[in-house]
């Protein structure tokens, strides 16, 4: 095990990834952090109060069962908070008119698809009291438990960092992924272990849930990792071709493709 510090892992990141966005570590806690504020003030859609602090700084966001005003509903049931309601299936699928008057995303074919989909995701707890994100460059000892880094940033950057992941990796198929579900259940309920059987080796890409397309920009993806894949990724950066051939992962001169 490697003596990396977490500022250290979130500035190996943003190195490998040459990334605009400050990665981000999600926390659990036992306490409200003296300099956080109650994610719902900073936006009521978790994933994207994330990019707000990944983009432009601010305080640290956290959630909680006595903090959860303001956060969307589905927010609080993908971080473990609250459990899933009832008729939902029908909502993210078909919809029916005895849940919201009938309104529906259209996201699956079926009910049905949705519940197996859901309880393939397992049982869904938050890592402690709270949970808390903050910039990696703004974790203190005093902090601790970091389950997990989320990182923002083109498609180009991102490829660079998921192949950075396979570098250490011998899982050619199972350990990138880009699964369904919730933006907030791909930036933190699946890298961050809240979901009992969400892979722990793995990173995940996305989101795919297109409900965020109107803020989430466009050409933008995010790749979230736990704890102990971020750190693997760091110790292998120097052997990597991201620093052993810089012009590969980011070439001064390309090809034009599209025209």
Not at 164 to 185: E, N, Q
Request: charged share 25%; net charge negative.
């Amino acid at each position: 095990m490697s003596d990396l510090s977490i500022q250290e892992i979130g500035r190996r990141l943003e190195r490998a990834g040459r990334l605009r966005a400050k990665p981000l570590c999600v926390c659990g806690a036992d306490e409200v952090p003296d300099d956080a504020e109650p994610m719902g003030k900073i936006d009521r859609c978790v994933a994207k109060a994330m990019l707000k602090i990944a983009l432009k700084g601010g305080p640290a966001g956290f959630m909680g069962d006595e903090a959860l005003g303001g956060c969307c509903p589905g927010g609080q049931t993908w971080l473990g908070f609250t459990p899933f309601p009832e008729r939902l299936d029908y909502f993210i699928s078909i919809g029916t008119m005895e849940f919201m008057s009938g309104a529906a995303e259209h996201l699956k074919r079926t009910p049905e698809l949705v519940r197996l989909s859901r309880s393939a995701v397992g049982e869904i707890r938050p890592p402690g009291r709270f949970i808390v994100m903050r910039r990696a460059e703004e974790v203190r000892d005093e902090h601790g438990g970091v389950r997990s880094f989320i990182c923002f940033g083109m498609a180009e950057q991102v490829r660079n960092l998921v192949a950075l992941h396979h570098f250490g990796s011998s899982d050619s198929f199972s350990s990138a992924l880009m699964p369904w579900g919730a933006t907030c259940a791909t930036l933190v309920t699946y890298p961050a272990g809240l979901a009992s059987n969400a892979p722990q080796d793995a990173v995940f890409v996305g989101p795919v849930d297109p409900t965020g397309n109107e803020w989430f920009p466009e050409g933008f993806l995010a790749v979230a990792m736990p704890m102990v894949t971020a750190r693997r990724m760091c110790e292998d950066l120097e052997g990597s071709f991201v620093v052993q051939r810089p012009k590969v992962a980011y070439p001064e001169k390309r090809e034009q493709m599209l025209e």
